[in-house]
């Protein structure tokens, strides 16, 4: 079992910047691929963004790309997520992701990110 704590959620104007910051802990030797997703109210949770644990490869929603940066810290076992040009469309509960070989995933409680418009 993996335990992630998200942190770096909040309020913010139309065009501003967040950074949210994940922190996994716990069974991380089998961890191949970090993530965020996001879900909006009354809509489906969606991916973001994600990044291999090991190695350049990222994705990235189209709805995100040229905005949106992912980076890891596997040496302080964090992800994080840069978000500049914040619009209110981005408003919603972001979550940590980490998948494992043989299909595992788990998820961080979530925390909110409002954007205003």
């Known amino acids: 079992q993996v335990q992630l704590v998200e942190s770096g959620g909040g309020l913010v104007q139309a065009g501003g910047s967040l950074r949210l910051s994940c922190a996994f802990s716990g069974s991380i030797f089998n961890i191949n691929t970090m993530g965020w997703y996001r879900q909006a109210p009354g809509k489906q949770r969606e991916l973001v963004a994600s990044?291999?644990?090991?190695?350049?490869?990222?994705t990235y929603a189209d709805s995100v790309k040229g905005r949106f940066t992912i980076s890891r810290d596997n040496v302080r076992n964090m992800v994080y997520l840069q978000m500049n040009s914040l619009k209110p469309e981005d408003t919603g509960v972001y979550y940590c992701?980490?998948?494992?070989?043989?299909?595992?995933?788990?998820w961080g409680q979530g925390t909110q990110v409002t954007v205003s418009s």
């Open positions: 990044i291999a644990r090991y190695g350049s490869s990222t």
């Open positions: 992701n980490v998948a494992s070989w043989g299909g595992i995933q788990n």
